[in-house]
């Protein structure tokens, strides 16, 4: 089965910083990838997401993410993170030709202070 | 237009009851899933279903069950709470297709004493 992994579980930033939250998955067959975002108190809500075509997309927010094959990775990024982009980011993968279970990430607690 | 929608969305239950947790979407979706949320823990998958009539284990289904008896009900069942069952319980569907996104419910907030 698939899996994720995300590091540096707990990010501070100030506004304006520059923001890399990193993704690594094991699958070797072919992956949907998504980025999703927590905020406080709310359920998760689609960030963005990549199943074929350009390896760099964009989503909500200003948020963009890039798909490494050869790496299994899927880096999320924002150039200037604002206050309210405190939240938790979660990265997943499903493989459609394969079990089809969305596995999860353990979140990336983000934190942007004023 | 309501999604998903997760009942109860808190509840307190002594150790050895049991409950259901009801999942409703009105989307017309394929795929439905059940996960825990856990601090630290991210979210982890407890059974999903495919289609009606169906489901599948997941990553912990150890002490929980789940029903998919109509297309948009999934129902995740506690038979026997324990404390280590404590968690926010968010319920999802997504259509059958490529890189179709998860729809989230609101969560149902347990905790087993």
């Known amino acids: 089965a698939q899996s994720v992994s995300q590091h540096n579980h707990h990010v501070i930033l100030s506004e304006a910083a520059s923001l890399e939250l990193g993704c690594n998955y094991s699958?070797?067959?072919?992956?949907?990838l998504f980025w999703y975002v927590q905020y406080p108190g709310q359920h998760l809500q689609l960030l963005l997401k990549y199943f074929s075509g350009d390896p760099l997309v964009k989503g909500i927010k200003g948020f963009e993410a890039e798909f490494i094959k050869s790496k299994f990775s899927f880096n999320l990024r924002k150039p200037s993170v604002q206050w309210s982009d405190t939240a938790e980011y979660f990265c997943a993968v499903n493989a459609p030709y394969g079990n089809n279970r969305l596995a999860f990430g353990k979140g990336n607690q983000v934190v942007v202070i004023p | 237009n309501a999604g998903v929608t997760q009942t109860p969305k808190f509840r307190v239950l002594k150790t050895g009851q049991s409950m259901t947790l009801l999942c409703a979407q009105d989307?017309?979706?394929?795929?439905m899933y059940w996960y825990r949320q856990d601090p630290g823990m991210g979210l982890r998958l407890i059974h999903y279903?495919?289609?009606?009539?169906?489901?599948a284990k997941g990553e912990v289904p150890d002490g929980y069950n789940v029903s998919r008896l109509k297309k948009q009900n999934f129902l995740l069942g506690l038979e026997s709470a324990a404390p280590s069952q404590t968690s926010v319980y968010f319920c999802a569907s997504r259509p059958q297709g490529q890189g179709a996104p998860l729809h989230f419910g609101n969560g149902t907030r347990l905790t087993v004493t």
């Open positions: 699958y070797g067959g072919t992956v949907n």
């Open positions: 989307m017309n979706h394929e795929y």
């Open positions: 279903s495919v289609g009606e009539g169906t489901t």
